[in-house]
């Protein structure tokens, strides 16, 4: 689990301008991916601190 938190923790940290040095076409789709996988981790996490 150390690895999922350290992984949220890094997705966490990737920004806007990050995303802006992506292809145009991409940008939404990675944008998208990440918050989902953030959000996924999340939940995960949080269910096992229970």
């Known amino acids: 689990m150390e690895q ?5 923790t890094d997705l966490e940290c990737i920004s806007l ?3 802006s040095a992506i292809p145009e076409a991409n940008q939404h789709v990675i944008a998208e991916r990440l918050e989902q996988l953030q959000d996924d981790l999340k939940s995960v996490l949080s269910s096992n601190d229970g």
Do not use: E, F, N, V
Not at 4 to 8: S, V
């Open 17 to 19: 301008a990050d995303i």
């Open 4 to 8: 999922l938190q350290q992984l949220l």
